[in-house]
């Protein structure tokens, strides 16, 4: 918009990815990957909630659907719920925006088979798949803030 002021994420240059990349093809291991978003979306695809702790940081503290989720501890018993739910989820990021100073969005997707009760919904079988957008905020290599929202009712309104 010409004339408009420069805000924050529109100040300094912006790295955009539009990869597109498919589920199966992240499955894989993120050991020595110096990127924590990435780690992030491996600890669901790889069925690792430990990985927590090689991410994020101490003082983490996420918001995720209006929950709040503070430090690893909490994050783990976050993932292990989700996983213990969806086992075989994958998640694949179809557009990623870096603004250079840690903050870093994603819009992904994901599928799973809901083999595990979640949000006092029993097991049903079916495949389900669901969408979302995760702000991170990266400090010193670690996630120590995240905000995200996804279609919680829709997938819901899978299972049920």
Not at 78 to 90: N, S, W
Not at 117 to 141: D, I, K
Request: hydrophobic share 45%; with cysteine; aromatic share 14%.
């Amino acid at each position: 918009m010409a004339g408009a002021a420069a805000g924050p994420l529109t100040s300094a240059p912006c790295k955009v990815r539009r990869n597109g990349v498919r589920a199966k093809r992240e499955r894989r291991a993120w050991g020595g990957v110096d990127d924590p978003v990435s780690a992030f979306f491996g600890i669901y695809n790889l069925q690792d909630a430990s990985a927590v702790y090689d991410i994020f940081s101490t003082d983490y503290v996420g918001t995720i659907n209006g929950k709040r989720v503070k430090g690893p501890d909490e994050a783990r018993l976050f993932f292990e719920e989700f996983l213990k739910a969806f086992p075989d989820c994958m998640f694949a990021v179809e557009d990623r925006v870096e603004d250079g100073s840690g903050i870093i969005a994603a819009r992904w997707w994901f599928e799973a088979s809901h083999d595990g009760e979640w949000l006092g919904h029993a097991a049903s079988g079916r495949r389900v798949t669901s969408a979302g957008m995760t702000f991170f905020h990266v400090r010193q290599g670690r996630i120590f803030r995240l905000w995200g929202m996804w279609d919680v009712a829709g997938l819901l309104a899978q299972i049920s």
